[in-house]
């Protein structure tokens, strides 16, 4: 069975640094290409950054990009994103997600609450 | 970057009912398309890859078309699950989402 679980949610000031990891099982990691995804509370999906199953590809949303640095450890199974100079406006929940043609995967996803 | 447009954002209907929920990309995105339902606290569930393709698991009834920059998800005959929001997504230049449709209850 096929699970995504992420950790490292919580409170965090404005301007601060988090840094969310994501275990992956049930499939082999090193051959898909990984995803961050979040929902801001009542809002939409918003893709925030892709990284290739060998981490030669990585892409960012304007958003986020300069701030937040997407990674990976094909030994450890693991997904990360660092999240730094954090702003009210990255409150939300952070999905991992495994790319497949469409994002076939998904975590429960973690809250990132940034707040004074 | 290629913008996503959902119409209509909101839809009201019955069981049984057939729906249709449109997705409009910026330019074309050939057929990187795909369709995920979301209920309320839990994670998007993929329902449609490329535009047409139903993904394993998920009941006939959703079925997808469209190329380019215009495309449809439809529900031939809306069950109570069903009831939940819906977001189309392009893959093609790299990810963007559609702000989603609401299908609610009549």
């Known amino acids: 069975e096929v699970q995504l679980v992420e950790s490292g949610g919580g409170l965090v000031k404005p301007g601060g640094s988090l840094r969310l990891s994501c275990t992956a099982s049930?499939?082999?990691?090193?051959?898909?290409?990984m995803n961050w995804v979040r929902q801001a509370p009542g809002k939409g999906l918003e893709w925030v950054s892709s990284?290739?199953?060998?981490?030669?590809?990585?892409y960012y949303a304007d958003s986020v990009k300069g701030r937040f640095t997407i990674s990976r450890d094909n030994a450890k199974n693991s997904l990360y994103l660092q999240m730094n100079s954090l702003r009210a406006e990255d409150t939300a929940v952070y999905y991992c997600v495994r790319a497949n043609g469409g994002f076939d995967y998904w975590g429960q996803g973690t809250l990132i609450t940034v707040s004074s | 970057d290629i913008q996503m447009t959902q119409s209509p954002s909101t839809l009201s209907a019955s069981v049984g009912d057939r729906v249709t929920i449109t997705c409009r990309a910026s330019q074309s995105i050939n057929s990187w398309l795909a369709w995920y339902q979301q209920k309320p606290g839990k994670a998007p569930k993929l329902l449609i890859y490329k535009a047409s393709s139903l993904e394993s698991g998920v009941p006939s009834r959703f079925s997808g078309s469209g190329s380019g920059t215009e495309f449809t998800l439809t529900i031939s005959s809306l069950q109570p699950d069903d009831f939940a929001t819906y977001y189309c997504?392009?893959?093609?230049?790299?990810?963007?989402f559609g702000p989603g449709t609401k299908v609610d209850i009549k």
């Open positions: 049930g499939f082999t990691f090193n051959n898909y290409n």
């Open positions: 990284i290739s199953s060998s981490s030669n590809f990585i």
């Open positions: 997504q392009q893959y093609n230049s790299p990810f963007t």
